[in-house]
């Protein structure tokens, strides 16, 4: 009985995000995603192992968090409320908060896309009401996991666990981040408390865009 493979041209995951958690140093996202590898196309298949193989070795690498530039946090803030910002602002600020809160999660093994990230911003800056656009496309275009867009397995994390981050996410941006002694990756801490108050109200507004609004400007002024 023959075994069908999904054809490579509907995979969502970005062939460069691919090689990105081939590189991880750690073994547990590389046993994960090399089968991944066998739904592509030889010569794309050979051509991707021939890239990683040297990081296949071993050695030992860091994925914390990278603290991106005040400024940069701020004018991604501003975006959610209308503000003019790059795609690589907000990928920056939302890949840190990401990787804080899948630490705190113990999930530090799973991937971020920083590729579809940007699609997501991409998504909500055309949108009146920002953040809730910004948090449906988090939602929906799942831009962490095992394999960013790719697949699932049981080493990823449940729905409401994944909304939360989400929902986290947004909370740190719509904060206030003056310099007032509060570190950044404090404040996503908070976030993500603060996340766990809210999350069945964002779950009841998901497709009213004003309610979720309100919802995500009130609970972030408590932050």
Partial sequence: MSVSHPDPRELTLPLRDLVRGLRQKTSGPRSLLAPALEFLPGPLRDAIRDITHSDFAGGSGSRSARKPELARVTRTAAALRGADVSALDTVAAATFAIR????NAGKQDLLISKTILALCWHD????RLRAASYLRALVDREPFGVAPGLLQTDADLDARERLRICVAVVL????????DGIAEDELVKIAGWLADDCLEACQAHRDD????????LETAGRI
């Fill in 209 to 216: 865009a004003d309610q979720l609004e309100k919802v995500l």
């Fill in 172 to 179: 740190w941006l719509l904060s206030d981040h003056n310099d």
């Fill in 124 to 127: 909500a800056e055309s949108r």
């Fill in 100 to 103: 804080i809160l899948l630490d």
